[in-house]
């Protein structure tokens, strides 16, 4: 049968990624309480293609995907990266898996228990040039606005923030990255917020987050700094970008800030 | 050229409803302040198909919709009803178009002015049975918390709020509907919750929005009401659906409320 | 503590529904082939309030949804919603629920298997009128049109659709109602449909699944009423919608067609 | 009044970008054909903020906005970036603005004529080491697999790609950039799929573009390398990134490509 991808191109133009995406997938990653956790992820796999080749081979990626049946962490992933390398026989690959992350959470004041989900992703390449790893997390938080509560005799807006944070870990002795964990982020987010959000408030604990916000008001630009200044004491931390976006409670529309860097 | 839409089909089941959707078309409609306003549209365009006939002719929709040059409104959108019911040989027709819809808005104290986007809708149906018309609208807003406020010694969490209001306009005397402005369901949502939302506020604004919205504290089940009562009251609504949907600030998921009613 | 949500409401205005949405949570679900699956799901969770109370109790809802450690089926969502009922002194609750499913397919030439994601729900209500229980799933097919090849000398366009069926199961025994497993659903919308869709298709498969869609032609029209067919001889169906949406290859809109029936 | 924003921040973190984002807005644009289209946009506007402030002001962005009445070209976005720079008194500024951008477009045999969608958008920024200007669109296509065709006795699956280019304009004697028409980029695109998507198509035009694809079945890699090709040959062009995304009518997920040239 005919192998339509192998024949030759005479174009010129090397491609920088050719892949699939949209895979949804489950998945099993490392969870800091209770050591596993299964969650549904949506992956995106791709290679770099030669000019001199016409395509690539889209269903390798799928049985590269379905042959790799551990966890999905720092460890493991760039060796679903060294596979696709291989299979494709490309100069370089690169994965990049989204998913929802559970914590289970207590209330600040009845410990009452909940699940708390945040939006999480990991990214691997490899490559001639070396390898690459970076691991992202948006965490909803919430922020009352130290202007409204400067200018106003009582009162002050608040509402939900999400802090997104993107690192990349430094490399270890062992050839990888230092292990970080998405609850370290969740908490350096929550603190540089005016208050984290919960998944489950009784009155005690709605007082108690009510007047811990109105405590600590904080601007888009101060909890993106407090990040910066938290990411940058780490050592763990090579590089971050760091983006806090508020759904303003009194716009339909948000105010953002963002700072990238390199240690 | 063969024909397979008009072939006989003889499975014997009737379409309820076979047309397009996402089709996307600029649009003008009525603007209480300017008079008309141009803005962007998502059209769905669909007619019943009875039994016996295998396939619609998908392309005279949009043609329809081509033709169909000037204004998209309570008075016209039915004429385009029962163009597709002549054009396509149906039934029955309907047509659903969602669009941005502007409004031009003054600080509530410095006027600093700037335009207000609410995302807007109108559905038309047209068949043996009678033709029915309906709107909706959904108006951000701000809400702070009554339990919040009770309980705390201070401050009170507020949020953005979305106040979606779908309205079916009573008949009038010239065979239509009566006329609702956007900007009359604006306005009630705005009442019922703790404040309107703005395009810019200066601080003066700020400091008057913050503790306006603390001397009005509201549940969704609050503004659900308050909307529900207005509609009731009016008499050119012959039926509402009221949902209040508010992003908590303190939580990473929403609390919401719906009312529906018919005179 | 001021139980603000308890204090009488006088303006006579009962609330349809009123809870959350939007709470994401992992859960287990039935699998055909496996037994067991683990997701993700997205829950709205709601009870109707009589006009005499200011509010309901939010935090509830998550305590209902964290103590309820199951797996969700159609035999145990009616639990949770009877949980809601109790635990918020309600006449009538909902639960809705959506989640990915995965499914392993195998290739229909080679055998090749990967995971199938497919978007579903459940949704169970419960009152003094008796309970409900529903179902959906979207289900991505091939379409190729049937227009398109009878006009052609050659070729024929093809594209994804999606197929979306929702059923109410009939009445058990027990007090319950039927089982119907996702699978027979997507069976169901596969074969009404030009081709299935698979997740991994080496050459061999590509050609097959090729010629399988140019033999079987069928427009939206046709696999909506091959799915209506289908549902409306199986027992175990009391009541069906079906929405078939076309993402058209060579326009930038959808073809769309949807039949609803009560046995 | 007290002014937070203006106070002393000791924390030592400069941001590269603070401002506002979702901000929804009637915008006027240059049309090829007729000259001027209106249309909605969502902008982000941010400036960068030194490390010495605690907070920028965001109002002032939409008063900008506001009173910037002209239409959004690659002459005049350049000065709303400027304007930004004055008013915020920012070393550096960036205007995001995204549109649905509407051609009339006639069908290849019987010239039907419709209206076709575009998402398109512009990115100015300006500051101490220069001003930067880009642009981009997505374009739906029809894709036609050349694997599909090669290995099958007849047929071919096809689907709707999405060709999505950015390109940087050369700089003009001007002191501004060269100008490149949307109507252009969505040329190079229509001719590298394997046909261009219509608003509308009468028989006699579907069967043209069935056998038109057929006839020229290409990859998301020929794809893209094709619009590679014309771009580097176009010298308004000096920098560009083209994306191909196809939904792949025989699977769950997209298959894509991409490349990146700068002159």
Known sequence: MKDTQSQRDERGIAIDRVGVSGVRWPIVVWDRQ????GTTATFKLAVALPSEFKGTHMSRFIEALNEYRGEVTFKTLPRLVAELRTRL?????????????????????????????????????????????????????????????AISDYGAHSQRGYVTIEVRPTKSDDNGVMLIWFEELIQIAGEAASCPVYPILKREDERYVTMHAYDKPAFVEDIVRDCAVSLQR?????WFKVNVENHESIHNHAAFAEVEWQR
Do not use: H
């Open 34 to 37: 209770f050591e596993k956790q």
């Open 234 to 238: 780490d050592g763990r931390v090579s």
């Open 89 to 149: 026989t490309a100069s370089s690959a690169v994965v990049e898996v989204r998913f929802p992350y559970f914590v289970e959470k207590r209330a600040p004041v009845t410990n009452a228990v909940g699940r708390m989900d945040f939006d999480c992703w990991f990214r691997a390449s490899g490559g001639e040039s070396g390898d690459t790893f970076q691991m992202g997390i948006t965490v909803p938080v919430t922020s009352l606005c130290p202007c409204s509560k």
